[in-house]
T-cell receptor, first 111, second 114 residues
Framework: DAKTTQPTSMDCAEGRAANLPCNHS???????VYWYRQIHSQGPQYIIH???NNETNEMASLIITEDRKSSTLILPHATLRDTAVYYC????????????FGTGTSLTVIP | DVKVTQSSRYLVKRTGEKVFLECVQD?????MFWYRQDPGLGLRLIYF???????EKGDIPEGYSVSREKKERFSLILESASTNQTSMYLC?????????????FGPGTRLTVL
């Protein structure tokens, strides 16, 4: 699986959009980009995933660059409950079902 | 909603004890996973199972074993607990195995080995 690089930490004002970047420059054509988040003392929670088109659901939007070497998770109106560690994961179809979690980005939403 | 439950949220054991961590999922998922999470190291895969009685080692299987006798239940066993196994343990389940599947996690068990 391709390695991902994320900033260690970020802050965002409550009510503003939180834009979390992820670099995955070695991604291959059949690998998907997944985002999970982990609120303190809880298990990780799935947010969204995509292959090459931008995706949106009730939680977030995922923007993948045309060359697929990076992506951005967007929380459109961050709330205090969005304070969490966010993990960007790249996973292919033939990788034995493993998700490789790195250390993620610690997002703090500030009142 | 998918539900993954773990037998305990917090557990304290002594060095040398045999420890069982239980995980149950209610969505008929084929795949189940055990991770441990430590500060600065992220989540690391210990073992996973893709079917009843089937198991595969993850990245850090040493000191652990697993059991999957029923599809909904996946147990992690510490044969002789040691202090370096103090950690947060997370169980996850997932259907199928195609590129678009997602993992669903339980709430975690924080194990302290004294």
């Amino acid at each position: 699986d391709a390695k991902t690089t994320q900033p260690t930490s970020m802050d965002c004002a409550e009510g503003r959009a939180a834009n979390l970047p992820c670099n995955h420059s070695t991604i291959s054509g059949n690998e998907y980009v997944y985002w999970y988040r982990q609120i303190h003392s809880q298990g990780p929670q799935y947010i969204i995933h995509g292959l090459k088109n931008n995706e949106t659901n009730e939680m977030a939007s995922l923007i993948i660059t045309e060359d697929r070497k990076s992506s951005t998770l967007i929380l459109p109106h961050a709330t205090l409950r969005d304070t969490a560690v966010y993990y960007c994961i790249v996973r292919g179809k033939n990788t034995g079902n493993q998700f490789y979690f790195g250390t993620g980005t610690s997002l703090t939403v500030i009142p | 909603d998918v539900k993954v439950t773990q037998s305990s949220r917090y557990l304290v054991k002594r060095t040398g004890e045999k420890v069982f961590l239980e995980c149950v999922q209610d969505m008929d998922h084929e795949n189940m996973f055990w991770y441990r999470q430590d500060p600065g190291l992220g989540l690391r895969l210990i073992y996973f199972s893709y079917d009843v009685k089937m198991k595969e080692k993850g990245d850090i299987p040493e000191g652990y074993s697993v059991s999957r006798e029923k599809k909904e239940r996946f147990s992690l066993i510490l044969e002789s607990a040691s202090t370096n196994q103090t950690s947060m343990y997370l169980c996850a389940s997932m259907t199928g195995g195609s590129g678009t599947d997602t993992q669903y996690f339980g709430p975690g068990t924080r194990l302290t080995v004294l």
